[in-house]
């Protein structure tokens, strides 16, 4: 299941990417819509808010990092990783893939979806994984915790 998750998402997140890539550069091209999000293509070259601007490999490299050991971490723990840790990990590790397929195919992330009502970094279908994917990982280690809390005497 996990793999499969992980294919899907990463498919999805290209193919989004591929409909925005002739659109230009920094300009709103759709939007907003029910004045919650705009498109508007940005190609970053750094993480999140702009931090570690122009380190892409070494982003793309750190991303794939993390993926190999969130699958290490799954393989060795496959038995004790409920569903929801199961789903968070998937998308966190398609979420790395998909902006790490982008850093090393182009030396930039292709982002595109920007929130029309506050101010908030543009992002793409990979970051939506990875943010909803950590705090589905959290709320399953919680859950996990709390299991074994209660099974103590």
Not at 44 to 60: C, D, H, I, K, R
Request: net charge negative; proline share 2%; with cysteine.
């Amino acid at each position: 299941m996990l793999a499969v998750l992980v294919v899907i998402w990463v498919l999805l997140d290209q193919f989004t990417k591929s409909l925005v890539a002739g659109q230009e550069l920094g300009g709103m091209f759709v939007g907003p819509f029910m004045g919650l999000v705009d498109f508007r293509l940005v190609h970053n070259t750094g993480g999140a808010w702009g931090v570690f601007e122009g380190n892409t490999v070494a982003l793309g490299v750190f991303s794939l990092v993390v993926c190999a050991l969130l699958a290490v971490y799954y393989i060795w723990q496959r038995n004790e990783v409920n569903l929801v840790q199961a789903i968070g990990i998937a998308l966190i590790m398609a979420g790395g893939i998909g902006n790490a397929i982008d850093r090393f195919a182009q030396g930039y992330v292709t982002d595109f979806i920007e929130f029309s009502f506050f101010d908030f970094p543009v992002f793409n279908v990979a970051d939506i994984g990875v943010t909803c994917g950590f705090v589905l990982l959290f709320i399953g280690l919680a859950l996990e915790w709390r299991r074994d809390a209660k099974a103590r005497p």
